[in-house]
């Protein structure tokens, strides 16, 4: 259905992140892994472009759960990460994934969803803060996984508490 040349054109555009936006992403180590049965790094080819990926079986959580416990080491620090799948796996595994997702120091976790096919709810079972994305919006995906924080938002309490940008007239008077 198409969903592995999806995976590989979603790969190539967050591995375009840093050229795109050096600001941004200059501080940003973005590794590629693909995983069915084991988890296996994907190298980036000489001038940049993701290889072909290879479809052999079903996605095993629990060797994604395995290598996520192995990457985090003991440095104490959380580990991001973005999953790109059809959320096509079973119930059993996603409590075996969900504990190691929840296992301090923490693993901010975010997928996103690839395939007319793909299983929503599932994708946002295994997601540590509970969405997933849709393969579209990749950018923002890419943004929460190095960017966001499962912390939760709290809302104000009033409009009162709610800071505003100053307006331009606001700024103009201020400079006066």
Known sequence: MGKIHLQRNLC??????????????????????????????VEPQDDGDIPPLAAQG?????????????????????????????????????????????????????????????????LAEIASNGRFYLAEDIAAAVDEAAFGSDEPVIPPESANQIKFPPTSSEEDDLNA
């Open 12 to 41: 190539r555009y967050a591995s375009q992140l840093k050229t795109m936006n050096p600001e941004a992403y200059s501080d940003l180590d973005i590794l590629f892994f693909q995983w069915n049965a084991d988890v296996s790094r």
């Open 58 to 122: 079903p996605s095993d959580l629990a060797a994604l759960a395995d290598f996520l416990r192995a990457a985090r080491g003991d440095d104490g620090r959380a580990l991001r990460v973005l999953v790109l799948s059809d959320g096509n796996f079973s119930k059993e595994d996603i409590a075996g994934l969900a504990k190691e997702r929840d296992r301090p120091p923490g693993l901010l976790l975010r997928t996103v969803a690839v395939g007319a096919d793909a299983n929503l709810s599932k």
